[in-house]
């Protein structure tokens, strides 16, 4: 296979090297282009352009492959703890015993945050979207740290900060439901695994104890696991846009929940709940619904169908779907916002709409129904998926600042006006 591109401008033949990954995928490097040919590239949202070179994340859209650090999803949704996933992400590596249990010992040392915190949290109006409350309290959290605000300094400061915001963010996203629900705010419990630890903070309550269930512990660590990471999606490459600036890490994951909560990103799983909830109370059927899709009627998408990169399957949404099928009657679940969904995704897959633009379930299609199921309302699904995602935040951001990624600074082809002189306002149409 050749090693160079040629490209022909204005007469002249340039070569761009190319570069490949380990698993054969192969990039135009164009670092020199503008230097040599005076031109840039355009290629809005990023389409098809790689904006870094990482080992943490592979996928392959065509095939439904995903892999982290090597291992297929599948595998590592079968057999591993959410804790497992997590170093391996960050740390490159399937913790041994002895790494695995400090790590688990680090992440209970530092679970509780600061009293303080609850002032800033209680400010907020009863009713506020979690994702706003939890963008900002993660945010704010370096103000705790001052120390964590130069993620260039020592690698073990920068190793402290990476378990704090790890440890803490259970606690944080539990606070939200507590809020929410008007009860007070529980602390970590040090003997419990950090799934379990972050179901008793969200669901115990102090005039009790409180027993996980094993089942939800199960579907919630498996969940979590699926979400763990997947490349230079949205809000991971703004892990490495803002931290490219030499942001901190509280700061950086702050913007990556912002990012998440799009509902193009992380926002879709709770939109596909309300959308199946429309659907059964406005009485339509599941074909008169996707009918108003393919109209495009006021933009209305099928939320929960289509992916920027999985043109074939979404390897998560398979696993997800017998998930839920599993979690629903071991918990003795009925709901019908589930058959709706199959319903859906029977008449979609049929549908030479969504065939021809190759339009699949996506991990968020079914994952709301398990949320749900575990007892979750609709606003708290994308505090899960930010949960879920967020070792892989970290492991983004640990490799950008130590591969010392370049600030991000991309170009832009203007198409404003030309220079004009200024009018004084009596002149002015
Ligand atoms: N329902 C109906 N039509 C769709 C959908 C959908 N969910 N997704 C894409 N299309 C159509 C779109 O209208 C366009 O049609 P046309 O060629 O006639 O203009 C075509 O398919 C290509 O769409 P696109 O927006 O150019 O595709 P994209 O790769 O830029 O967008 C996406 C990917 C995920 C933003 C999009 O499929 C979408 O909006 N899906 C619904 C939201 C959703 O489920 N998001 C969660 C993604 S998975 C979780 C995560 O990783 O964040």
Redesign the pocket.
């Known amino acids: 296979m050749s090693n160079v591109a040629k490209l022909e401008y204005n007469g002249q033949v340039y070569e761009l090297p190319i570069i490949t990954g380990t698993e054969n995928e192969s990039s135009v490097d164009i670092r020199k282009l503008r230097d040599t040919t005076g031109l840039v590239t355009f290629d809005d949202?990023y389409k098809n352009t790689g904006s870094t070179k990482s080992k943490i994340t592979f996928i392959d859209g065509d095939k439904g492959i995903l892999r982290y650090r090597g291992y297929g999803i599948e595998e590592l949704a079968e057999k591993a703890e959410f804790m497992e996933v997590a170093y391996l992400l960050i740390y490159g590596k399937l913790p041994n015993e002895a790494e695995y249990t400090e790590w688990k010992k680090q992440m209970t040392r530092h679970s509780l945050v600061h009293e303080d915190v609850k002032k800033v949290f209680d400010a907020y109006p009863t009713g506020a979207h979690p994702m706003g409350q939890l963008m900002t309290m993660v945010g704010m959290m370096s103000s705790f740290y001052p120390n964590s605000q130069d993620p260039q300094k020592m690698e073990e400061d920068r190793n402290l900060t990476i378990i704090r915001v790890m440890s803490k963010m259970p606690n944080l996203c539990a606070m939200m439901y507590k809020k929410r629900i008007g009860h007070p705010v529980m602390y970590p419990t040090n003997e419990l695994r950090y799934v379990e630890d972050y179901l008793s903070m969200t669901f115990g309550n102090p005039c009790e104890k409180f027993t996980v269930d094993p089942v939800v512990a199960s579907a919630l660590n498996k969940l979590l696991i699926l979400h763990a990471d997947?490349e230079q999606?949205?809000s991971a490459s703004t892990v490495r846009m803002v931290g490219s600036a030499g942001t901190n890490l509280w700061a950086t994951i702050s913007a990556a929940i912002a990012a998440l909560w799009g509902?193009?990103?992380?926002g879709?799983n709770q939109e596909v709940l309300e959308m199946l909830q429309e659907i059964k109370d406005s009485g339509i059927t599941t074909k008169q619904y996707v009918e108003k899709?393919k109209n495009?009627e006021a933009g209305v998408?099928?939320?929960?169908?289509?992916?920027?990169v999985y043109k074939n399957f979404d390897p998560r949404a398979t696993i997800i779907k017998k998930s839920a099928d599993d979690v629903l009657k071991k918990l003795g679940v009925v709901d019908p916002l589930l058959d709706i969904a199959m319903e859906l995704e029977q008449m979609a897959l049929s549908d030479s709409y969504f065939v021809e633009?190759k339009?699949y379930p996506?991990?968020?299609f079914y994952s709301g129904i398990i949320y749900r199921a575990l007892g979750y309302p609709t606003d708290m699904f994308t505090v899960l998926f930010a949960l879920g995602r967020l070792p892989g935040w970290v492991a983004q951001w640990k490799e950008m600042v130590e591969e010392k990624q370049p600030i991000c600074r991309p170009r832009q082809i203007y198409m404003g006006e030309t220079p004009r002189a200024y009018q004084s306002i009596k002149d002015r149409k």
Do not use: E, T, Y
Request: hydrophobic share 30%.
């Open positions: 949202g997947h999606n949205c509902p193009s990103h992380g879709a899709v495009k998408r099928l939320m929960g169908f289509g992916h920027r633009r339009l996506n991990v968020d």
